[in-house]
C-alpha cells in the first residue's frame, strides 16, 4: 500500500515535470517565434555611378512583414527617410527628394521577410549606411553601400628587352578580395605574376599585377579585375603604340583618318570635273 502510494506520488512529480518541461520549451519557443532577427548582408555593397543595387536584409525566421512598416532611412541625412513603407506602399510625404522614384521594397517578397531594398541609378551621393528598421518588432540593422570606390589603372612601363613591355594594373576598393586577369586583344588569358593584395584601415582590397608582354603579339591589352561572389567586374584596357607611331610621333588613327580623307576629297574633286565635262 505505502510502496505503491510512493510509486503513483513519484509518477505524479514526473508528470508535473514534464509538462513544466514542455510549457517551457513552447513559451521559449513562442517567445522567439515573435522575435525575428533582422539580418543584413555584412559586405558592403559595391556600386558605379548608373548602376542598380539591392541593399540586402531579412526576417529570420521569415515571417511576414506585408502588414508592417519598414523604414530605410540613412542616418545624416536630412531628412533621413530613404524608403518608408507603410499600410502596403512608400510614404512618399517624408521621403528624401534625392531617393524620389529611384526606391523599391519587392512586395511579393515581403511576405517571406525579405525587406531588402533596391536603389535605382546610383549617384555618388548615394554612398554610406544604410538603417533597416522595422518598428513591430523593434529590430534594426545597417548595411553599407560604397559608390565608384573601385577603379582599375594600368600603366606602362619600359622593359630592358627590345619589343617588350611591361604592364602594371591596380585596382583600389574591392570586397571581399578580388582575382586579377589578364588579357590580350584577342581575348587570350596571358600569364602574369602573383596577384600582390593589400587590406586597407577601411577594409577594402587593393590589388595589383605585373605582366611582360611583346608588343609584336598585339597591341591592345586588358586586366580584369573581378570578384565572383559579387558578381563585380571592372576592366581596363590599355593600347600600346605600334612602330609607325613611335616613328612619327603622331598616333596612327590620324594617319589612317587623315588617308580616308584625302581619298574622299580627291573623289569628290573627281566627281565634280566629270559633272562639269557632261
Ligand atoms: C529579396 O528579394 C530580391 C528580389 O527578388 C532578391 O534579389 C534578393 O536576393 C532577396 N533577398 C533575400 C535575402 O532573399
Ligand atoms: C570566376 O568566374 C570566372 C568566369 O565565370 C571563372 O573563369 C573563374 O575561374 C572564377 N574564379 C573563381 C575564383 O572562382
Ligand atoms: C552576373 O552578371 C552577369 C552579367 O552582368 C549576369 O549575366 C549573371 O546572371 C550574373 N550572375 C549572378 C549570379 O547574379
Not at 86 to 91: A, E, K, M, P, V
Amino acid at each position: 500500500m505505502e510502496s505503491s502510494d510512493r510509486v503513483s506520488v513519484s509518477a505524479v512529480t514526473a508528470l508535473f515535470l514534464h509538462h513544466m518541461f514542455i510549457h517551457l520549451m513552447l513559451s521559449y519557443e513562442a517567445h522567439f517565434a515573435e522575435q525575428p532577427q533582422l539580418i543584413c548582408s555584412h559586405q558592403p555593397n559595391i556600386a558605379q555611378p548608373g548602376d542598380d543595387v539591392i541593399l540586402s536584409c531579412r526576417l529570420d525566421p521569415p515571417i511576414s512583414a506585408s502588414s508592417e512598416t519598414v523604414e530605410w532611412t540613412r542616418p545624416g541625412l536630412d531628412p533621413e527617410y530613404v524608403h518608408v513603407h507603410q499600410d502596403g506602399r512608400l510614404l512618399h510625404q517624408i521621403q528624401n527628394p534625392s531617393y524620389s522614384r529611384r526606391t523599391r521594397l519587392f512586395v511579393d517578397e515581403l511576405e517571406h521577410g525579405n525587406v531588402s531594398m533596391k536603389i535605382f541609378k546610383v549617384k555618388l551621393s548615394d554612398e554610406g549606411t544604410y538603417r533597416c528598421f522595422i518598428p513591430s518588432v523593434q529590430k534594426e540593422a545597417s548595411v553599407q553601400l560604397l559608390v565608384g570606390s573601385v577603379s582599375v589603372t594600368v600603366i606602362e612601363e619600359t622593359s630592358g628587352e627590345s619589343g617588350e613591355v611591361v604592364l602594371d594594373c591596380k585596382s583600389k576598393g574591392w570586397y571581399p578580395e578580388p582575382e586579377v586577369l589578364w588579357l590580350d586583344g584577342e581575348g587570350n588569358l596571358l600569364s602574369a605574376g602573383p596577384t600582390e593584395t593589400v587590406r586597407g584601415p577601411d577594409d577594402l582590397y587593393t590589388v595589383s599585377s605585373r605582366v611582360t608582354v611583346e608588343k609584336r603579339h598585339s597591341n591592345s591589352f586588358t586586366c580584369r579585375v573581378q570578384q565572383n561572389k559579387t558578381n563585380q567586374t571592372r576592366e581596363r584596357t590599355i593600347y600600346l603604340l605600334d612602330e609607325i607611331t613611335v616613328a612619327t610621333g603622331v598616333p596612327a588613327h590620324w594617319i589612317v583618318l587623315t588617308v580616308i580623307t584625302v581619298f574622299i576629297l580627291l573623289f569628290l574633286i573627281f566627281a565634280c570635273l566629270m559633272k562639269r565635262k557632261q
